[in-house]
């Protein structure tokens, strides 16, 4: 089983998102990487039901791509380290503005803080 979901609008988002991507000819991990290329796609992604920029950033991580994808683990590592509470771009931002002057790939250090503080909570 590739996926367990055991809310309906979970497996509705799902489904929507699968008939995007086949509607767009994605059929393989590299053709996801390059449509995720084009704001267009992006944009199109964020008219799925229950689909907002943290989704997209995760699916660009599960297909290669190095992305922040703010969730509530990244929002209290910032918040304990005195970050304001911020949009979702401007946190994610941060993040790539601090991975960038620590030398760090974006990706690594989004999920070095999400391991970090899920196993706190």
Same mark, same amino acid.
């Given at each position: 089983?590739?996926?367990?979901?055991?809310?309906?609008?979970? /497996?509705?988002?799902?489904?929507?998102?699968?008939?995007?991507?086949?509607?767009?000819?994605?059929?393989?991990?590299?053709?996801?990487?390059?449509?995720?290329?084009?704001?267009?796609?992006?944009?199109?992604?964020?008219?799925?039901?229950? /689909?907002?920029?943290?989704?997209?950033?995760?699916?660009?991580?599960?297909?290669? !791509?190095?992305?922040?994808?703010?969730?509530?683990?990244? !929002?209290?590592?910032?918040?304990?380290?005195? /970050?304001?509470?911020?949009?979702?771009?401007?946190? !994610?931002?941060?993040?790539?503005?601090?991975?960038?002057?620590?030398?760090?790939?974006?990706?690594?250090?989004?999920?070095? /803080?999400?391991?970090?503080?899920?196993?706190?909570?």
């Amino acid at each position: 089983m590739a996926m367990k979901f055991n809310h309906a609008q979970k /497996v509705a988002t799902a489904h929507a998102i699968t008939d995007l991507l086949a509607a767009d000819g994605v059929d393989t991990r590299e053709d996801l990487h390059a449509w995720l290329d084009h704001q267009a796609n992006r944009a199109a992604l964020r008219t799925v039901k229950g /689909v907002g920029p943290k989704s997209i950033d995760y699916i660009g991580n599960l297909v290669g !791509r190095s992305h922040v994808a703010v969730d509530v683990h990244l !929002r209290a590592f910032a918040v304990d380290a005195g /970050v304001p509470d911020l949009p979702y771009d401007q946190l !994610r931002a941060v993040y790539e503005e601090a991975a960038a002057l620590l030398g760090h790939d974006k990706g690594g250090l989004e999920h070095a /803080v999400w391991r970090h503080k899920s196993k706190a909570t």
